[in-house]
């Protein structure tokens, strides 16, 4: 089992519609959860970060986390083209200590117009 | 507010040849500094963490090296570059705070082929 899991897609959504992106954990002793996006041929941007189990609202992007399932989801609200890009799911390490993060491969989202 | 730098941005690179990849980071103090790879079409690979001047943690064996002269200066090298070390090498910061793991922001990158 990958300690993160993301469907690699593509992630096809109509222009307005909400995206659901989805990633799993395999250390349930993990604390920090991060979602990144990566547009093609550029470095990832940090767009949201979430502690506390619950819905963390920024803007138009909502991120879910749920410890007991090991479970951590990306809403985005009326999807525009821009959104296009892939998103990685990023979890603290548990073992090994130290201030690193284990990715996912990352799932790509297609807004279609 | 802070900034990352990585130079350069593309690199094209024979066998053989050594590497010397740097990044920079303003308007932070003793942040914690990774060298990250990113091969075409696959996940992110932590390859060095440094929490401070002189200490750095290697992630996995290989043929690369990385070092941090100064607090804010994180450098990423090889003597004898492989094919396989083609790749999108990517340099982040963190904060450094005690207690909870936090955000790493991204440098632009280094496109390297070694051909």
């Known amino acids: 089992q990958k300690e993160v899991e993301q469907n690699s897609g593509p992630l096809s959504v109509p222009e307005g519609a909400i995206a659901s992106l989805n990633c799993t954990y395999s250390?349930?002793?993990?604390?920090?959860f991060f979602w990144y996006r990566q547009y093609s041929g550029k470095s990832p941007e940090l767009i949201m970060s979430?502690?506390?189990?619950g819905d963390k609202e920024d803007g138009r992007f909502t991120a879910q986390l749920n410890k007991a399932s090991q479970y951590v989801s990306l809403l985005i609200r009326d999807s525009q083209p821009s959104d296009s890009a892939t998103y990685l799911c990023?979890?603290?390490?548990?073992?090994?200590?130290?201030?690193?993060?284990?990715f996912g491969t990352g799932t790509q989202l297609k807004v279609e117009l | 507010s802070q900034t990352i730098h990585q130079w350069p941005a593309t690199l094209v690179q024979p066998v053989g040849s050594p590497l010397s990849l740097e990044c920079t980071v303003e308007?932070?103090?003793?942040?914690?500094l990774y060298w990250y790879r990113q091969a075409a079409g696959r996940g992110l690979q932590l390859l060095f963490y440094?929490?401070?001047?002189?200490?750095i943690s290697s992630e996995v064996p290989q043929n690369l090296s990385a070092s941090r002269p100064q607090d804010r200066q994180f450098i990423l090298s090889s003597k004898k570059l492989l094919l396989s070390d083609s790749g999108f090498y990517l340099c982040?910061?963190?904060?450094?705070?005690?207690?909870?793991?936090?955000?790493?922001?991204f440098g632009p990158g280094t496109r390297l082929t070694v051909t």
């Open positions: 982040a910061w963190s904060p450094f705070r005690r207690g909870r793991v936090y955000e790493q922001y």
């Open positions: 250390d349930r002793g993990s604390q920090s």
């Open positions: 979430i502690y506390s189990n």
């Open positions: 990023a979890v603290n390490r548990v073992t090994g200590g130290g201030n690193k993060l284990t």
């Open positions: 308007g932070t103090s003793n942040p914690n």
């Open positions: 440094s929490v401070g001047i002189g200490q």
